[in-house]
């Protein structure tokens, strides 16, 4: 990945609009830089992968312990990037992807106490922009460290610098780097996107009162314009990141307040899919006027409780239902109708990347499944259980290597 002695590379807008989602610097075809991949959409383009895995799935190259969390890991060149929790630090560990060797740590004290015994965090797949990487921690502590030595670079607490409320499983939507500009859904009041100086970590500006979800925002051309695009705790946000500017805002929650908006919204030729569960399910709408347009919208197709969907052309796929009612299972959707296509029943909630005309299901209960990006019906590859249940944080590929992590140990697996 290209780098600078000094300051943070800065973001080609003209390339971004070329690839419809500009989220960071130029990345490698191998590199998974932060969450859901180089575009924000679960897609990886490479190409060639090694699906005949045998009865043990495929190669373990290395493996280790870790601490608490459920974010997922992000990788750019030589560099993956673990972000979790030992005891009352939250640390980021630089560790080679080929071997799992240390490279440095950064480490720092939190805050975060989880009401629920659910996870003390942290949940946020750290950030790599070329020299820079950022973290988010479970309690609204952002870091920006030097991606060749960990050192710090800033750091400030987002709660205690905007009132953000705690919520209830602390803070968990990944930053997103638009246009030089570090864009967070803070949640605070008169505060609930906040942009900022990716060098020094100032403000540049705010905008909305819109509490903070569990979704992480994406980018994309809307109209020719590249924007960010947050579901928030509200609903859907369409702004200019330079200055805050709203362009689309609709509401698109739950009427429970035990409830979660947590899937990124996805985006294509000017329409905007988004999922949730808890009695909202999905819409399709349309966003190349000047007003928002329904296309579709019920909560019968597919509603999401927290991991995003992946787009394989005109299809979507992703998995229906929660976990926490056992009701989980995958499907196949028709993009323009929000027709169902086909179902995969008790297949629980599961991470998907889409790669090589395929796609990795990574579920909750540990499984590593591979099945066609077939509309016509579901014809798995392969599936083998390589981690234990609960299997939350996001799988990330970069160059045929899977890194897969639970609440103990993280896995390398080779896919070449």
Not at 80 to 107: I, M, S, Y
Not at 381 to 404: C, H, I, N, Q
Request: glycine share 10%.
């Amino acid at each position: 990945m290209p780098m600078r002695r000094h300051g943070i590379a800065p973001i080609d807008a003209l390339w971004g609009l070329v690839l419809l989602s500009l989220l960071c610097e130029a990345a490698a075809a191998a590199d998974w830089p932060q969450i859901l991949g180089p575009n924000r959409d679960g897609h990886s383009r490479e190409t060639g992968l090694n699906w005949n895995w045998g009865p043990d799935g495929p190669p373990v190259l290395w493996s280790r312990p870790v601490g608490a969390g459920f974010a997922g890991v992000a990788v750019a060149g030589n560099l993956a990037v673990l972000f979790h929790r030992v005891e009352d630090q939250e640390l980021l560990l630089a560790l080679d992807p080929k071997t799992g060797k240390e490279l440095w740590n950064f480490a720092a004290p939190t805050r975060y106490r989880d009401d629920f015994n659910f996870d003390p965090g942290p949940r946020c797949v750290p950030l790599i922009v070329g020299e820079t990487i950022f973290a988010l921690g479970a309690n609204g502590d952002l870091h920006a460290v030097e991606a060749a030595t960990g050192k710090k670079r800033w750091h400030r607490n987002l709660r205690d610098d905007y009132a953000a409320p705690k919520g209830f499983f602390g803070v968990a939507a990944t930053p997103i780097l638009i246009q030089d500009r570090l864009l967070v859904n803070v949640g605070g009041p008169r505060a609930g996107i906040v942009a900022f100086d990716p060098a020094s970590g100032k403000e540049l500006w705010k905008a909305t009162d819109d509490p903070a979800s569990y979704s992480s925002p994406t980018a994309a051309t809307i109209q020719g314009h590249l924007r960010a695009i947050f579901l928030t705790r509200t609903g859907l946000v369409v702004l200019d990141p330079t200055n805050g500017k709203v362009q689309f805002q609709r509401y698109f929650r739950s009427r429970l307040d035990a409830s979660v908006n947590a899937a990124t919204p996805l985006v294509w030729n000017d329409q905007v899919f988004l999922t949730a569960s808890y009695g909202v399910g999905a819409a399709l709408w349309n966003l190349a006027g000047t007003e928002i347009e329904e296309i579709w919208a019920n909560d019968r197709t597919l509603s999401c409780q927290y991991n995003t969907p992946v787009r394989v052309g005109d299809y979507l796929y992703g998995v229906d239902g929660r976990a926490d009612l056992g009701n989980a299972k995958l499907r196949c959707v028709e993009w323009a109708t929000g027709k169902i296509r086909w179902n995969r029943d008790n297949f629980g909630v599961a991470a998907l990347i889409a790669v090589d005309g395929s796609i990795l299901a990574v579920t909750e209960a540990g499984e590593l499944v591979a099945f066609h990006a077939d509309p016509e019906a579901y014809r798995e590859r392969a599936r083998v259980r390589v981690l234990s249940k609960p299997t939350r944080a996001l799988p990330a590929l970069a160059d045929g290597r899977l890194f897969l992590r639970d609440e103990k140990n993280l896995v390398c697996l080779n896919l070449k």
